[in-house]
């Protein structure tokens, strides 16, 4: 008996030596077509209704697919983000997808998630890396092209208006791929209308308590202030609530253009007191299985897939038909 247990102990080490020679990224269990896709996924946060209906639509999209879905919420700290991608990596996930809260400090995690053959999805937003090939793709807006429709808006807005007209912005999480890219394609949009002047910008966070916030400086401190644009609905409601306790007119008094479109925000539209929602769909679900399978199967996907999106004002007739957004 004791030279059978001898005679085990002997093969499991033997076993787990063979496992550690392997090279790296070759231990990992290959996919079949029996076999249930595991997809970890890491979100940022509960930060606004976009977020919490971007959570929504990535677990019942991995319902609908049969995809195993191990999903994190990291609370809005990039460590528990790299937390969690290092939990998928241990338990040898077939994919890892993430929104990473900011864009830089994921070269470390993201290189022992490629050592270890998984594939990485950026959703939702980007990432800033030294060795580009750690990220296999994205899937989420295009920002930059968010801000320009909202400078194409106001250009519009102000036709006939003698100016100047100034602008306090109240933008997202800083460093964030959102914040940097809506405040880009907007400023390059209305630099070219000498009248426009961003005469404060202040981050929110993208929470709806911090719009509130920023806002009560900048009517304390921005004097006259024609236009506020916010980079997400969130802060924008949060805005309107102390500018209505100021005794000013929201979408009247002020021209407001907001970013995301939550049913909060198109009510609001509806009424008249927000003139803009430039549309940032939450609804990546469906595509980010879809790409998954792919990438599982062991096949290529596009390194960047775009979400189809709109804008909505109050120059549209049908403004009052818009459906309900679901977030
Ligand atoms: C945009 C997303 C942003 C939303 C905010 O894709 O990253 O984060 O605009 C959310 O509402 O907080």
Redesign the pocket.
């Known amino acids: 008996m004791k030279r059978l247990a001898v005679l085990f102990t002997i093969l499991a080490v033997l076993a787990a030596a063979l496992l550690l020679l392997l090279p790296k990224g070759t231990q990992k269990r290959q996919p079949d077509a029996e076999h249930q896709i595991i997809l970890g996924f890491s979100q940022?946060?509960s930060?606004?209704?976009?977020?919490i209906g971007?959570t929504r639509s990535v677990i019942a999209a991995a319902e609908r697919a049969g995809v195993q879905l191990m999903f994190k919420n990291a609370e809005q700290k990039q460590e528990n983000q790299i937390d969690a991608i290092r939990s998928f990596i241990a338990y040898q996930v077939d994919v890892i997808a993430f929104?990473p809260i900011v864009e830089d400090g994921w070269d470390n995690v993201l290189r022992e998630a490629k050592d270890a053959g998984i594939p990485v999805i950026c959703s939702?937003?980007s990432v800033t890396l030294e060795d580009e090939s750690l990220i296999t793709g994205f899937v989420?807006?295009d920002?930059y092209q968010e801000g320009v429709r909202a400078g194409e808006y106001l250009i519009k807005k102000i036709a006939g208006v003698t100016g100047p007209v100034r602008i306090a912005e109240i933008s997202?999480?800083l460093d964030?791929?959102?914040m940097r890219d809506?405040a880009q394609g907007f400023r390059d949009t209305i630099e070219k209308d000498a009248r426009c002047q961003v005469v404060y910008s202040e981050s929110g966070d993208?929470?709806r308590s911090k719009g509130k916030e920023v806002m009560v400086d900048v009517l304390a401190t921005a004097g006259e202030v024609d236009v506020l644009y916010s980079?997400?609905?969130?802060?924008t409601l949060g805005a309107i609530e102390t500018i209505e306790q100021h005794g000013i007119v929201p979408g009247k008094d002020i021209i407001i253009i907001s970013?995301?479109g939550?049913q909060g925000a198109i009510d609001l539209l509806k009424q008249g007191k927000i003139n803009c929602v430039v549309e940032?769909t939450?609804m990546l679900g469906d595509v980010i299985m879809t790409l998954a399978r792919r990438l599982a199967q062991g096949e290529t996907i596009d390194r960047v897939t775009y979400s189809q999106e709109t804008v909505f004002t109050d120059f549209d007739e049908d403004m009052l038909s818009i459906p309900p957004r679901g977030y």
């Open positions: 940022l946060g930060e606004s209704g976009w977020r971007n929104a939702d937003r989420g807006s920002f997202g999480t964030s791929t959102p809506r993208f929470l980079h997400n609905d969130s802060m970013v995301d939550e940032c939450p």
